[in-house]
């Protein structure tokens, strides 16, 4: 089965563009060309990677971007010509797993796409029996994570940061290395990124996000896994 993209872009021409090179693709691409016809299609619709422009008419995409997150976790790049590293801080902060600025090349944004794309995990997975009694408890075969045998709710980028640290505990890793290995693709210097996705992954995994126990910063030089 094709994975469905939903392109949410109120200029026709950058729309029909984005689908046509998603067809080319093999993805299923559905366009909305406005804020308000955007949030309906992806709570509806269920597709596995939405392109979010920011400047929308009826609403913006930062609003669009809230009103999903309290749904769903499903990967959003968001789209933008604006310049200001205010937004984009603002973006990655509401839950954005990604942006983009335009113009930008389509090679640039389906690498994007391919990296952010959500994985499929069972719906009604059932925790493996070791994780009612551990801490935490990473199942590959689910691409998912439970504490105390519940399941986390985290984005593809929050459980990819995750898995990536605990496979080797204990070793610091870079926010370099981290966006290499996790986001896959080179990201023009900008790391914080890494900092953003690092605070909202302890908000779901540490009981107290302010002093974590999981996941530790190394002042200076990164951040590693703590598994006692």
Known sequence: MKKKILVVED??????ILVFNLEREGYEAIAAGDGPAGLKSALEDEPDLI????????????????????????????????????????????GADDYI??????????????ANMRRTVPPEAEPPAAAVEGRLMIS???????????????????YDILSFLSSTPGRVVTREELMEKVWGYEYYGDLRAVDVAIRRLREKVEDEPAQPKYIITKRGMGYYYDER
């Not at 335009?102 to 944004?109: A, D, N, Q, V, W």
């Not at 590959?140 to 929050?158: F, H, I, W």
């Open 51 to 94: 392109l979010l422009d920011v400047m929308l008419p009826g609403m913006d995409g930062f609003e669009v971007l809230r009103r999903v997150r309290e749904k769903s976790q499903v990967p959003v790049i968001m789209l933008t010509a604006r310049e200001e590293e205010t937004d984009k801080v603002e973006a990655l902060d509401m």
């Open 101 to 114: 600025t335009k113009p930008f090349s389509m090679r640039e944004l389906m690498a994007r796409v391919k």
């Open 140 to 158: 590959p075969e689910q691409n998912t994570v439970y504490k105390n045998g519940r399941p986390l709710d985290l984005s593809v980028r929050e």
């Open 11 to 16: 200029e026709r021409t950058i729309a029909d």
